[in-house]
């Protein structure tokens, strides 16, 4: 397919002083008779029609060695007025476009300034099509103007400055051409034209070669699209409820080991020695957690003495403790609200006991013993200890208690070793313990409680568990074996703990590890199943789907149920058809012989 060049010539160049005989060839009929570039030229590639439509002249010719060159010459300005269409389809299929006109004739000029130049305006519709306008012959009245303020000859010929500014309004190139002659035709005006035909060809050559690739890409065989894997199910954690279970002791005071009484005996406040402690060196003092030696300040000691008398009493019932100071004795209840309630609440103590007394300096008198209560021993002033202890939590507080002896009212027997713990905490964190230690059960009256189905280790976590709200399991199988005893006792939060932290370590694991790994993903999921994980288990099914090509190879893929296979079949990643895709593709690109480096 040969590139062509399609020029479209409108306006007269002719010399209107000049006679006919006189005249010479037109502008585009004598570049195209004197240009080099025009090669074998005869009678049928240079050739002139009046045809169809005789204003105008179509030439014919070959350029560029295989260029079909096609110029259609209008010398006649009616053709915009007679035949808008025929004009307008003109201008729109030309790839240059020259306007010519006349130096000599002003008249000329002037209606192609005002009348025609807006038409065509109007037809190039903001195209980028290079126009020429060329001013043709010598100005009759002295010397050719070259001067652009030049003023002499303003009235019979047309100035320099007014070529220039129609040359403007269209974007155009304006040259002017004082005679028809090898230079000004072939070189000056030549030239300007071949480098706009050079331009024009480069441009369709680039629009050839885009045009192919674009229908070469179509008819590709493009890659299959693999789609993204199906979202996992979230997992939604429980909030802690750790204070509100602690709380709840003072409320219904299950397996109290201390009451504290009033010097008439007629008001008495059951609470719990482990709780106490948990927040006051001069509790564990009072309750011989500590010795004087071991605490060591003064301030601790003397409130200790005053405020308080341990009286001894029958073994297995409640300790007895006296409060000298009645007003003390009178705010207790608000005291262990406080204490109970994570003991950093102090603003709210503070407003409960100014609401009780109503007397600012008994007040004040009441919260510096409670400053002192919860003072941590060798800080110089109550302040300190405001600012320091207030804020502890049980959660770091009762870690001093797990797994000791000290205060404890009952032993696990596992696995041949025991394991020492507090009715208080059990029951107040776990409701399958609260059960048994308050029920018609034997756990109820015995002090060592056997352990069965569970390893020491996992007890000791789930124990460390009810004692400090946290757990940090080892490994995955360690967080199963703590999420099997959890589901045993009931703690749904301990549950929902293990579940998260085996999604997050299985996330984690990259494809390599997850192909080598001698850990059975199925087996977690028969035991998530097994023990009433459902969450677990509906991401381990998701998991294994969305693994397909991972675990379809392993031999315990053979132990799915045909349900667990039905689903993962369902929702496995990549899909069948997405294989056979790939299958395919692969097979087009070897009979192609073509390496693709994406797949």
Known sequence: MYLSVKIAAFGNERD???????QPPSLIWSYLGRSALVSQVDSSSLSSTHGQNPVFTEYQACVFGNVRLV?????????FDSDWYTSRSLIGGADIIVIKYSVNDKTLFQELKDSYVPMIKKALNHCS?????????????????????????????VTTSEGVQLAKELGATYLELHALNDFYV??????VLEYFMIQSLNQKSSEKVKKMKKMQKCHRVQPPQL?????????????????????SLLCCCPCADVAFWSEDLSTAVEAHKVILCSVSHLFMLLFEVKSPAEIRDDSILGTAQSLFAVETGDTGSPVRVMVKDSIFCSCLPDILHFIYSGAFQWERLEEDIKKKLKDPEKTEQVLEKVKCILKIPGLNTVKDCRSRRIKRLYNTSLRLFFNTPILADVIFKIQGATVPAHRAVLVARCEVMAAMFNGNYLEANSILVPVYGVSKDTFLSFL????????????????????????????????????LYIITQLQSMPSRELASTSLSIVSLLKEAKFHNSDCLSTWLLHFIATNYLIFSRKPEFQDLSVEERNFVEMHRWPSNLYLKQLADYRNYIHSQKCHCAVM
């Open 71 to 79: 110029v259609h010459d209008c010398p006649v300005w009616d053709i």
């Open 16 to 22: 209107v002083f000049s006679e006919e005989s006189q």
């Open 227 to 247: 789609e993204q894997p199906e979202k996992m199910p979230i997992l939604k954690g429980e909030a802690s409820h750790y204070d509100a279970d602690l709380h």
């Open 129 to 157: 099509v290079p126009v020429i306008i060329s001013a043709v012959g010598a100005r009759k009245n002295g010397v050719p103007c070259t001067c652009p303020l030049c003023t002499s000859d303003r009235r019979s010929c």
């Open 186 to 191: 072939q070189k000056y005006f030549g030239g």
């Open 464 to 499: 460390e568990y009810l004692y400090t709200d946290s757990c940090c399991p080892a490994s995955i199988l360690q967080a199963m074996s703590l999420l099997i005893c959890a589901e045993m006792y009931q703690v749904m939060r301990l549950q929902h703990i293990c579940e």
